[in-house]
């Protein structure tokens, strides 16, 4: 493993989370002079603590300690029973201590809003506590069937803003703001660096070449949310 390269990866986690590292190092059950030791190289980064890093943030052992895969699994995740979901909305979520992860009541791929005016406190309709989500996401809706089947019309998803758009995790899911349009995609390599591919998981859709500059806004799809509608 290489130390130096497993800290800068750590180091861009703690930063797209929005953490300090004595937050993050209590996140994942370490002391904090130690983290700061470990993130110093003054202290060799072991297999116990990349695994708390793991177990504790979701992430892949193999994109911590080789920089391969993706840093984020993409396994569904299942609602709780308490969320009650009516013609695609969440309804009736627990709110009254205000703990887990916001649920926004939008879609975004709905239109083209301010994050400022998405992300305002009056569209909340409650929180919900999953295992996995880390703190900062959001939760909001997804309507279309491009992403059919990894993301079906009506599923929600736990989003997470970016602090540098210029730092892509190729072949992950974001959602891709342009300014006439809101999607969800793969963000794919383009041979040409000042391009990305926006690709769907249904293939009756084309994939989209788009400039990086006409890209207005991103955020990190973490989690997909499957929810039976059946109920």
Known sequence: MDN????????????????????????????????SKYLNGKLPLNDSLINRIVVNLGLSKDWITTGSDLPYAK???????????????????????????????????????????????????????????????????????SMHPVIRSGDFIAVRELSNLQQIFWGQIYVVVLDDYCMVKYVRRHDDPEMVILRSENRNYDDMEVRRTDIRDMMFVQHILHVDKRM
Do not use: H, W
Request: glycine residues 10%; charged residues 20%; negative net charge.
């Open 75 to 145: 396994q569904p995740v299942a609602m709780p029973s308490e969320a009650m979901v009516f013609d695609g909305q969440i309804r009736n979520v627990p709110s009254t201590d205000r703990q887990g992860t916001p649920v926004y009541d939008i879609d975004v791929t709905a239109g083209i809003m301010p994050r400022a005016r998405m992300f305002a406190s009056e569209n909340i309709v409650g929180y919900v506590n999953l295992p996995g989500i880390p703190e900062g996401c959001r939760i909001v809706t997804v309507s279309g069937d």
């Open 4 to 35: 130096c390269e497993i800290i800068d990866r750590v180091k861009y986690i703690i930063r797209e989370m929005g953490l300090t590292q004595g937050e993050f190092a209590r996140r994942i059950g370490v002391d904090s002079s130690n983290m």
